[in-house]
């Protein structure tokens, strides 16, 4: 297995080079922790004894070399859209509300990770829930 030797920041993406000479980008997306830390949070990190992972102590985020070269990309869901045409709503409470971890609901809204039909239903059901308690105002 290819080690990690050396991790940047470019534009949105983590970039990792190997030992083998590859390079791998991912945007930041997928890793909603990371995406939210500061520039110097991201800096304090540590490569493991193996070289496969990247673990940032700080932020409590570790991320394997698989997740850099699955090559996934993200994809479009109902909560995606939702929250796209609702940036201001605070994705952190929404999440709190619902009982689920806010790198989650985030993982959902970046479109890397796609909702179960039933938590789907769950979120949207809140946000339509939210709407009505506005509209009541």
Not at 13 to 38: H, M, N, Q, W
Not at 91 to 109: D, Q, T
Request: glycine share 6%; proline share 4%.
């Amino acid at each position: 297995m290819e080690k990690i030797v050396k991790i940047s920041f470019c534009g949105n993406d983590i970039c990792v080079v190997t030992d083998s000479g590859k390079e791998y980008r991912k945007a930041l997306e997928f890793f909603p922790t990371l995406k939210d830390a500061t520039p110097t949070q991201r800096e304090h990190y540590q490569i493991n004894r193996f070289g496969d992972a990247i673990r940032w102590a700080e932020i409590d985020e570790d991320i394997h070399i698989t997740s850099l070269t699955d090559g996934g990309q993200p994809t479009p869901n109902a909560v995606a859209e939702a929250f796209n045409k609702f940036p201001f709503l605070n994705v952190s409470e929404f999440a709190r509300s619902l009982g689920i971890h806010k790198s989650l609901l985030s993982k959902y809204i970046y479109g890397t990770k796609k909702p179960s039909e039933k938590r789907e239903k769950e979120i949207l059901d809140a946000l339509r829930e939210f709407g009505r308690q506005l509209a009541s105002i």
